[in-house]
């Protein structure tokens, strides 16, 4: 460390990096204030962030269902012939269960598939109500049935489920129930 003269008297310098006099540290009860707010933040964020989770799978789910239907009866105009969505636990033949969870498909008349849908994740359910366990949409678009579809958590986790309702004119309708807490 060097020294500077400053008219005859000793002035320590202070080294370059060094500390500086008003620098202070983070003290414990700052640091315990710090750990206690993002604890009561995160007990806050956690439900919020599962909903909006559960809200995500379901709409997509549902979304994909919703799809399946509308393409069904598009192509059951567009080739002037029936076409039918089924469930199916392969994705190549239609299975005579109503399980809609394991997967869906598309089939013509002759039995080929034109699209395929794999099962819904873990721990969700589409259940169907309605008349038949298959929807067949005729070449002007209507259906052989009506049918219900909810969509849903099979262990809640929030009130939340989707709701595809399908008439037998052939048109379909998404609708976001908040109001439940159980899983048909």
Do not use: H
Request: with cysteine; proline share 4%.
């Amino acid at each position: 460390m060097g020294y500077l003269a400053n008219k005859g008297s000793s002035v320590r310098a202070r080294p370059a990096g060094g500390p500086a006099c008003n620098e202070r540290g983070v003290t414990l009860v700052e640091l315990l204030f710090a750990i206690m707010v993002i604890a009561i933040l995160t007990v806050i964020a956690i439900p919020s962030f599962r909903d909006a989770t559960l809200s995500g799978r379901l709409s997509a789910i549902s979304s994909d269902l919703y799809t399946s239907v509308q393409l069904a009866r598009s192509e059951a105009i567009k080739s002037n012939a029936t076409r039918t969505l089924c469930t199916s636990s392969d994705g190549l033949t239609c299975a005579s269960s109503t399980a809609w969870g394991q997967g869906w498909i598309i089939i013509d008349g002759a039995g080929n598939v034109l699209q395929s849908q794999p099962a819904v994740p873990t721990g969700y359910k589409v259940v169907q109500s309605g008349a038949a366990a298959n929807l067949s949409f005729q070449p002007i678009g209507v259906g052989s049935s009506s049918a219900t579809f909810t969509i849903c958590r099979d262990t809640p986790i929030g009130n939340q489920n989707r709701v595809i309702s399908v008439l037998a004119t052939g048109s379909a309708s998404v609708k976001r129930n908040d109001n439940t807490t159980t899983c048909p």
